[in-house]
T-cell receptor
Framework: DAGVIQSPRHEVTEMGQEVTLRCKPI?????LFWYRQTMMRGLELLIY????????DSGMPEDRFSAKMPNASFSTLKIQPSEPRDSAVYFC??????????????FGEGSRLTVL | DQQVKQNSPSLSVQEGRISILNCDYT??????FLWYKKYPAEGPTFLIS?????DKNEDGRFTVFLNKSAKHLSLHIVPSQPGDSAVYFC??????????FGQGTRLTINP
């Protein structure tokens, strides 16, 4: 079975440019998370969706960040305009939410973003 | 506001000895705890978990202990092997909500 698929694996862009990160969760999973990994804060939750609906976006740093989940098999995280401090590894993860109980998260391999 | 804390950024252990990774949390409503392992250039992978109704869960060389009164959990690896060298994240969850992760501890197993 395919795991969580993220693209691109690496992105180098210049400050001010728009960045779009993509995620395909595991088929059958109905909960999707976006995390950012930094040295200082570890794995920082940005936003998560249950059944395609955003539940908690309190971790989104600024209005420059936005995330969408138009259907159960696709999500995007967009940064516009990007800044050097956005440089990090961004992880997407999914899980199957059963009867209101949380389950194990499965992570993608991450998208390493470098903003020059 | 860091609800899950791993106060040791790094740990070095001799091969064959026990590795003990620690994690503290502040929210007493957390009811499920997990440990993830991460190798460079890969996503974190699930290692072991424990429900708040238990105080110990064992899986092969890995054991997780939970002390609810102290809001503390630990991961024991014994015996430690070179392949265990990785970054370990502890995470906590409340009901069906978000997983909150700690900052991670880099474990190095020396031959």
């Amino acid at each position: 079975d395919a795991g969580v698929i993220q693209s691109p694996r690496h992105e180098v862009t210049e400050m001010g440019q728009e960045v779009t990160l993509r995620c395909k969760p595991i088929s059958g999973h109905n909960s999707l998370f976006w995390y950012r990994q930094t040295m200082m804060r570890g794995l920082e939750l940005l936003i998560y969706f249950n059944n395609n609906v955003p539940i908690d976006d309190s971790g989104m740093p600024e209005d420059r960040f936005s995330a969408k989940m138009p259907n159960a098999s696709f999500s995007t995280l967009k940064i516009q305009p990007s800044e050097p401090r956005d440089s990090a590894v961004y992880f997407c993860a999914s899980r199957r939410l059963l009867a209101g109980l949380g389950g194990e998260l499965f992570f993608g391999e991450g998208s390493r973003l470098t903003v020059l | 506001d860091q609800q899950v804390k791993q106060n040791s950024p790094s740990l070095s252990v001799q091969e064959g000895r026990i590795s003990i990774l620690n994690c503290d949390y502040t929210n007493s409503m957390f009811d499920y705890f997990l440990w993830y392992k991460k190798y460079p250039a890969e996503g974190p992978t699930f290692l072991i978990s424990i429900s708040s109704i238990k105080d110990k869960n064992e899986d092969g060389r890995f054991t997780v202990f939970l002390n609810k009164s102290a809001k503390h959990l630990s991961l024991h690896i014994v015996p430690s092997q070179p392949g265990d060298s990785a970054v370990y994240f502890c995470a906590a969850i409340m009901g069906a909500q978000k997983l909150v992760f700690g900052q991670g501890t880099r474990l190095t197993i020396n031959p």
